[in-house]
């Protein structure tokens, strides 16, 4: 019988929680342990709030002391990679970035401890995206693994302030519902609100940047993906860079994105944005529209109820230009272990505790809904996320769980987060821009550097 099994009689499965109660396993009489467990700052407090009060639950019913400490999204990415590196490491690990970046070169190098165990409880009820995103493949072994539990997904919502598209003559409900148009319908409410005072506004939030770690790379895949880019990658980590959708998706995204920047429709400065940028250029409603990772720009200002709940607006992907749903990119976010944790079996058991259905959408649910269930049943049963009453939480719900998705291309061969982290897109759009590459040398390049990359990641078995 091994460790799971032992101290935990899992009651239940997806039955609601009261937002404030969580699920209450029946967990053994063991020996109390201390798990020491690092843990991302939420973008409100709220987030820190909920993890903390599931921290108390575990603690109150198994006798364990969780040793929590939460740490700010950039410096806690940094702790993670130097104590995996010195193999000094906590026992559990919730990073936000870790899915992109951490954990599939990790992986790879066999510095992770698996937690399939923990996974296959629940792996019939996980969306099958989630279920994807959370196995990563180990070179040394050469073999997939589930190193991530995922408690939590996310997806690539569009933002826009009503108040404004009003203020030009427009109307929310009249946006163009395929992908170019859609985009190209803010062009001209930039001209109507600058004469009417709105000097500093600009129509398009788009992160064209080599400096962030993530929005940039989001925003280049997202706009491939609309293009019918989705087998940039396949499952089995082969690139198709030589098949001609591709090709042409990854010139059309570099196009657009370069084109609406050279027409003055993009702020300037988003060539140098950091991920922040564009949440900060919108709150101040400098960007029309912006196309950035979950909820979090709406929530920051969930006390500001006019603004929450009036002003702004969060809308899921237009259609492709020829009317045909577009898979969106869904992350799975969650809890990972190192080699070198001291307290294998005691962290193990805090991520099964947190995994479970009713602990899981109850402490979301008090985060305020910023990230979205792993598990596609708790939003079909839990009235919170499809609420008609939040301008919010439905949108985003219905486009990360009820809709076509694909896990990041990271997944698939580590050797993309690689390429992520060196901004292969936002540099050669950078060159279009500032050298007058034309789009298709610049997927060319691009191609070519990605390429020399994943010649270091072979995937021998899938």
């Known amino acids: 019988m091994n460790a799971l099994s032992r101290r935990f009689v899992l009651q239940g499965s997806l039955g609601l929680a009261a937002t404030g109660t969580l699920g209450r396993p029946y967990i053994a009489n063991a020996a109390a342990t ?6 991302t700052q939420g973008f409100v407090p709220e987030e820190d709030s909920a993890i903390k009060q599931v921290v108390a639950e575990y603690e109150k019913q198994s006798g364990d002391t969780v040793d929590l400490s939460i740490m700010p999204f950039g410096p806690l990415g940094q702790k993670v990679v130097s104590a995996i590196t010195s193999k000094n490491v906590p026992d559990v690990i ?6 992109g970046t951490i954990i599939p070169q990790n992986a790879w190098e ?4 698996e937690v399939t165990e923990i996974v296959e409880k629940y792996k019939s009820e996980y969306a099958p995206t989630v279920d994807l995103a959370s196995q990563f493949y180990n070179n040394v072994t050469k073999r997939r693994g589930y190193y991530l539990a995922p ?3 996310a997806c690539i919502p569009i933002h826009t302030w009503r108040d404004l598209i009003e203020g030009a003559g427009y109307k929310v409900s009249d946006l163009p519902k395929t992908w170019d148009a859609f985009w190209n319908s803010f062009k001209p409410m930039q001209a109507k609100l600058r004469q009417k005072g709105h000097r500093g506004v600009y129509s398009l939030g788009f992160q064209i940047t080599s400096n962030g770690p993530a929005d940039g790379n989001n925003l280049f895949y997202g706009f491939m993906l609309a293009y019918g880019g989705k087998n940039f990658i396949t499952p089995d980590g082969r690139p198709h860079f030589d098949d001609p959708e591709v090709r042409e998706a990854v010139i059309k995204a570099i196009e657009f994105l370069t084109s609406a920047y050279k027409e003055g429709y993009v702020p300037p400065g988003a060539l140098s944005w950091s991920d922040a940028d564009d ?5 101040a409603k400098q960007l029309l529209v912006d196309f950035d990772g979950t909820i979090s720009t709406e929530v920051a200002l969930y006390h500001d109820k006019k603004a929450y709940y009036h002003d702004m607006v969060t809308l899921g992907m237009p259609l492709s230009n020829d009317g045909k749903a577009v898979p969106i990119g869904l992350g799975a976010l969650g809890c990972f272990m190192a080699k070198g944790a001291k307290n294998v079996e005691g962290g193990k058991q805090f991520i099964a505790y947190i995994c479970q259905p009713k602990v899981a959408n109850a402490y979301l649910k008090n985060g305020l809904g910023r990230w979205l269930p792993a598990m596609p049943s708790l939003v079909k049963s839990d009235p919170f996320w499809l609420d008609p009453n939040d301008p919010h939480r439905p949108p985003y719900t219905r486009e990360g769980l009820l809709g076509p998705s694909i896990p990041g291309y990271q997944i698939f061969n580590p050797g993309i987060s690689v390429a992520n982290g060196r901004q292969v897109w936002g540099l050669v759009e950078a ?3 500032r050298n007058g590459l034309s789009p298709k040398d610049a997927a060319a390049k691009g191609f070519q550097q990605i390429e020399d990359i994943l010649s270091h990641y072979k995937i021998v078995q899938s």
């Open 34 to 39: 201390t798990i020491t467990a690092w843990w």
């Open 151 to 153: 408690y939590k997904s």
């Open 94 to 99: 919730s990073y936000d970035g870790a899915d």
């Open 279 to 283: 949440n900060n250029a919108f709150h």
């Open 110 to 113: 066999d510095k992770l401890i």
């Open 431 to 433: 060159d279009v821009l």
